[in-house]
Structures are given as C-alpha cells and as structure tokens.
Nanobody, 126 residues
Framework: QLQLVESGGGLVQPGGSLRLSCTAS????????IGWFRQAPGKEREGVAC????????KLADSVVGRFSISRDNAKNTVYLQMNSLKPEDTAIYYC???????????????????WGQGTQVTVSS
C-alpha cells in the first residue's frame, strides 16, 4: 500500500499559479495510475487530472483544460499538478490517488483508485 502526501497548496490570487506535488512512499508511482481529485465545500469530489501507467496519455476535466497539466518525475517518485490561470471556483481540497488497475485510457473517477493522500487546501481569492 502506498502512502501518498500532497503538498504545494495555499492561498493564491485569481490568475495565479500553483504546483501541487504528490510524493509516495512504500512503492513506485511509475507503476500506478495517478489521479488528482478535488472537493469543494458542499460539493462532491471530482476528478481533475489523471495519468495512466499503461498508455502515454493524460486526461483533464473540461473545466481545467488549457490551465492545468499533470506530469510525472519518476526519479523523484512524484506526480505534479501544475495549475495556471487559477479561478475562485478552483478553490477546494486537492487529493492525489494511486491505483494499479489496467485501463486503455486514463480514468478520472474515484472507484478504481486504491490509495489516497490526505489532501492539500487550495484557495483562490483576492
């Protein structure tokens, strides 16, 4: 079982940028599908960005296309979520998750992911 730790959250003004990191212990992220999810107050958790272990693809939610990107640094056993042009509606707790399932495309839904971090708060406000 992986232990995942998110970092990089904070308070940022609209239009600003943040880079979230998801670092693992107890295993290798390269062998896992990784998803970034977020949950805003009063809303359900939603998939934001996902990267597959089986195909060289990523998937982004429509609301973040053109602004967010997901990438791996296997040497650091870390996955990043780069967030640019942040909006107040991006305010949420952001979680990373890891799963060993096989999929022909990146999956940004919760159920197949086995291991979850504790989350990091992102607040976009002036």
């Amino acid at each position: 079982q992986l232990q995942l730790v998110e970092s990089g959250g904070g308070l940022v003004q609209p239009g600003g940028s943040l880079r979230l990191s998801c670092t693992a212990s107890g295993g290798t992220l390269e062998n896992h599908n990784i998803g970034w999810f977020r949950q805003a107050p009063g809303k359900e958790r939603e998939g934001v960005a996902c990267i597959s272990k089986d195909v060289p693809r990523t998937k982004l939610a429509d609301s973040v296309v053109g602004r967010f990107s997901i990438s791996r640094d296997n040497a650091k056993n870390t996955v990043y979520l780069q967030m640019n042009s942040l909006k107040p509606e991006d305010t949420a707790i952001y979680y990373c998750a890891a799963g060993t399932f096989f999929a022909v495309e990146p999956l940004c839904v919760q159920f197949p992911y086995e291991d979850w971090g504790q989350g990091t708060q992102v607040t976009v406000s002036s």
